[in-house]
């Protein structure tokens, strides 16, 4: 297997969280708190999705202080590495 800098899990940004599951830290692109699951597989069995963005919720809530923000898991970089980010309303208008 190639080289994964989500399986690295290296802390280069701010580290909100992390357990077994998940650990959850500012995106090093566009630095909005973001879930990496930590097993390499785009496709999280639903109860885990569930689980992974419960926890990125509770970041995001405390970040954006209760304020609009919606779950982004588009995997546009990084395709083949479960993870989702926390994207305030005007993040694409930045």
Known sequence: MSR?????????????????RCWIADCEICLVPMVVWREHD??????????????????????????????????RNIPDHYHAHARPPSFWRR
Not at 60 to 72: H, N, Q, S, V
């Open 42 to 75: 785009p496709e999280p069995p639903e109860d885990v999705r569930g689980a992974l963005h419960e926890a990125l919720a509770r970041v995001a809530e405390a970040e954006f202080k209760g304020g609009a923000w919606r779950i982004d898991d588009h995997m």
């Open 4 to 20: 994964c800098d989500l399986c690295e899990a290296a802390v280069v940004t701010r580290r909100y969280y992390e357990d077994e």
